[in-house]
């Protein structure tokens, strides 16, 4: 039976009235279209302009879902609940980017804190630094350049600023952190701090200091940071200790004290541990496989910190390791197929809660198990009953989280839960104007060569009338995967009677080890061919006709469409490559 929750399935009529009265946005603004759509536009012209492709007469194209409604912003993105669980903060769409705002989740009113100037910055995510500031990164394109004789050796050249901004939960004090760079040294007109490029690392948002965070930059040096203690009100800053060569990334206590660094020596990954302030090489030889390391938070203990790692396995598990010597106290968790990354701790008592794992679909291996009992009751209840659901954001005690849901043909969207009241309110809803969501399912298929290459596919509504004109569509990276994740192209293909295949090909990451190394050096060659089979297997199951099939990517994937076109010509119609590299030489 269903556990007796408080589920309030609809959106509060009180949320809707703080977007459209006290916000200066409306469903309007949120009509423009993203970057993407020029490319989602154009390629439309190609799919529907022939009633031979669609399988629909001209005067049926008029009704189609326009292109538009798929590439517009959503309304919200990077969304978060204050440590008191009474605030969100929230980028907010309007036109063409994203606002920061502020909402009273008991009073239902929402205010614009900061504005983004799209000629100038964009916003990138927003956290609450206490319950009543907030800290935004944001981002602009510019130029690196330097007039220092001994950062010569170093190469100048376009590339992407983040600052941080920080402002009061109404809009006030607004000041962009990280004072200017100035002169120091003996020789002051040669020795000039570095103004690095990325200005947004925090190390710590020190809990329990209201005033303060810690940051890494690279400012006496332009690739090692040092770690720097910073006022949020007043922008003064402090140096904790100084960037070491090798060192990268540095992690602390709960409270800001610094327990291990992470870096590099000769491309291959290096750990330090910290006391105070005193740095001490530990051998983490034993833990590094083809991906490396990934440092994951300090344990309960303040002596031992958790690792995503391989530890002599193929697959990344969550251990424990000593800080001492690097010695693997606890295998919290592994999966012999499937790469685990991510661990998600209490952040009263710092004992583990759950990890997210990827497999064919999304879901979390549970170490809390009241926790977990929970969750499921709550997901099984949600409209719909999603397949993926997942904790965006959470108070400092868990009583009330922000829970992200979609799957199982449901529409995207937000639901704040309260875990003492037992309710549920939904309160964001996202591409409601697409059509039915179509899931993508869990497939593989045999390479010419007799591996298994796992993918995702999407059929048209009436499956009944396959064959299908069909998309084939590789993801970018290619250090990356595919998911069963509600995709917008997907779905805009799918609105026009397109079959769609996300193959995961060799190279992929989060199979193990020897599934990413299979794909090195293999750039238009085993990885090409295991998109390439993909297609094949598509017309051998009956899903694809022959004579009308297309290839389209983005990044790496655009660099497999743009082979295609040379190698496979008579294959594909059209080949896409969006933002596709072209140049190997340059990369």
């Known amino acids: 039976t269903k556990p007796d929750l408080n589920l309030r399935t609809q959106s509060i009529n009180r949320f809707l009235e703080a977007f459209s009265a006290d916000n200066p946005f409306s469903e309007e603004d949120d009509a423009m279209r993203s970057d993407a759509l020029a490319s989602l536009t154009n390629l439309e012209l190609v799919v529907t302009a022939s009633n031979a492709v669609a399988k629909r007469d001209p005067s049926a194209i008029a009704e189609l879902i326009p292109a538009g409604n798929f590439g517009k912003l959503p309304p919200v993105a990077s969304i978060e609940i204050s440590p008191d669980g009474k605030k969100i903060v929230m980028l907010r769409a309007m036109e063409d980017t994203y606002h920061a705002v502020v909402m009273d989740i008991e009073t239902g009113k929402s205010k614009l804190v900061m504005a983004a100037a799209p000629e100038k910055f964009l916003f990138n995510w927003c956290k609450f630094a206490n319950n009543t500031r907030v800290i935004c990164q944001i981002a602009s394109y510019g130029v690196v350049t330097t007039d220092n004789l001994l950062l010569r050796r170093y190469v100048d050249g376009r590339t992407i ?4 901004v920080a402002a009061d939960i109404d809009g006030s004090n607004v000041l962009q952190l990280v004072p200017k760079t100035k002169p120091f040294g003996l020789d002051r007109r040669q020795k000039q701090e570095w103004n690095a490029p990325n200005q947004a690392s925090i190390v710590s948002w020190l809990p329990g200091d209201d005033d303060h965070i810690l940051m890494q930059l690279a400012r006496e040096d332009r690739i090692w940071p040092s770690v720097y203690k910073l006022n949020i009100n007043n922008n003064k800053m402090k140096r904790v200790i100084k960037f070491r060569p090798t060192i990268l990334r540095w992690k602390t206590k709960d409270k800001g004290e610094l327990m291990a660094a992470f870096g590099y020596r000769d491309l291959k990954p290096i750990a330090f541990s910290i006391d105070r302030k005193k740095v001490r090489e530990i051998n983490i030889n034993h833990l590094i496989g083809a991906n490396d390391p990934v440092p994951l938070a300090v344990a309960a203990d303040n002596k031992s910190i958790w690792v995503s790692a391989s530890n002599g396995e193929d697959t990344m598990g969550i251990h424990r390791i000593s800080l001492a010597n690097a010695e693997v106290l606890e295998t919290l968790y592994h999966d012999p197929d499937y790469d685990v990354t991510h661990l998600f701790l209490d952040p009263l008592t710092k004992e583990p809660v759950a990890s997210r794992v990827i ?64 309710s549920v309110v939904s309160f964001l809803k ?24 796992p993918a995702y596919l999407s059929l048209p509504t009436n499956e009944n009338s396959s064959p299908f004109p069909t998309i084939i569509l590789p993801h970018g ?29 060799r190279g992929s990451t989060g199979y193990g080890d020897r599934y990413m190394v299979a794909g090195f050096q293999q750039w238009g060659q085993l990885m090409q061919d295991d998109v390439i089979d993909g297609l094949g297997w598509m017309i051998e199951q009956g899903y694809t ?14 660099y497999v469409a743009g082979v295609a076109a040379y190698k496979s010509p008579n294959l594909f119609r059209c080949a896409v490559s969006f933002a596709g590299v072209a140049n190997l030489d340059d990369l």
Do not use: M
Not at 366 to 376: A, M, R, T
Not at 430 to 453: C, E, N, T
Not at 548 to 555: D, P
């Open 430 to 453: 996202l591409y409601g104007d697409v059509g039915p969501i179509k899931d993508l399912k869990a497939i593989s298929y045999v390479s010419r060569d007799g591996v298994s290459i």
């Open 545 to 558: 006709d022959p004579d009308r099939a297309c290839i389209v990517g983005g990044s790496y994937g655009g």
């Open 477 to 505: 990276g290619p250090w990356a995967r595919d998911t069963d994740r509600f995709d917008y192209w997907v779905q805009f293909f799918h609105s026009r009677g397109y079959a769609v295949l996300k193959p995961n090909f």
């Open 161 to 164: 600023f983040t600052r941080l």
């Open 359 to 422: 497999r064919e679909g999304f879901g979390y291996h549970w170490y809390d198990l009241e926790f977990e009992k929970q969750f499921i009751d709550v997901s099984a209840n949600l409209p719909g009953t999603p397949s993926h659901v997942e904790v965006v954001s959470n108070s400092k005690d868990i009583n009330r989280l922000i829970l992200y849901s979609e799957g199982n043909g449901t529409q995207p969207g937000y639901y704040l839960y309260d875990r003492k009241e037992r």
